[in-house]
């Protein structure tokens, strides 16, 4: 072990600020978070340095897991909101992966004006996304919105967009597809112009037709890539707190399990932390259970995550 550190005691001197920073960021806050989650922790029984006051918080164990589990409304409906997610995350993904596909396969062929294409399509991505969501929210506004004033100019009636029903959802889904497509795109774009034109060119002597060489050329050449991409939207959408909070708030019909942890760390009469913890790593356990499936699932087809 000594040799071993003598001779590359360079490379961990390298390594080792990051898995400080690591250790600080990521590693520290997830123990205690999962320690709140085995207590009782709110703002009335944590400790109080101003006040003088010591922590009076108790250790439960599996108390709110069982709590949260069982359904009840008091804790956020947790199956409920589960499904909710599950579908706010799965209609993302898919538009983000089709219509991103759509527009790499156009943007790989040779057109007039294609860096241009290329710049305007990917601006959605370069923009913050709370000024995304702000400008959305404006556009999807019930009253003054340019929405609503495109359908009362072809004589359709206006929608409360971001009130309380399921167009909410409908709305913010939209939002999330227009930021997250060009990234889809730019990933699928650098994977298609991988795939070997050789095999066109043999796909078309052997008289295959374009959607024939799509489905047995592009898309199996597109495997790696699309395994990956799937896998990182997944987690980044399950996980998309700004879209959904910035334009619609403690709405109910748009709360996902990441917006409603918020809403139990932050708001309400008794910000309870120990909930909100709670619901902290459930989303990490499943995030982890659907990442172990995906990649199980990857490596019976021949890839490697």
Known sequence: MTTILRRHWFAYAMVLPVLVVLGVLVVLPLVQGLY??????????????????????????????????????????????????????????????????GLAVLLNRNMRLRGLYRVLLILPWAVPVFISAFAWKYLFNSEYGLINWALEAVGLPGQVWLGQSGL???????????????????ALLGGLQSIP???YEAAEM??????????????????????TVVLLGVIWTFNMFPVIYLMTGNNPHTRILVTYAFERFFSGATRDFAVASTYGVLILSVLLVFATGYRRAMRRQGEVL
């Open 36 to 101: 709140f989650s085995l207590t009782d922790i709110n703002d009335t029984n944590i400790a109080n340095p101003v006040l003088d006051r010591p922590a009076r918080y108790e250790f439960t164990g599996l108390e709110n897991y069982f709590n949260v589990l069982s359904g009840d409304p008091s804790f956020g409906s947790f199956w409920a909101t589960l499904v909710r997610t599950l579908i706010w995350t799965f209609a993302c993904v898919f538009f983000h992966y089709t219509i991103g596909l």
């Open 206 to 227: 052997d008289g295959a037709t374009p959607w024939q060489r799509f489905v047995h050329v592009t898309l199996p050449g597109l495997r790696t890539v699309s395994s």
């Open 197 to 199: 034109s050789d095999l």
């Open 168 to 186: 909410a959802l409908v709305s913010v889904v939209v939002v999330n597809v227009w930021l997250g497509v060009p990234f889809m795109m730019v």
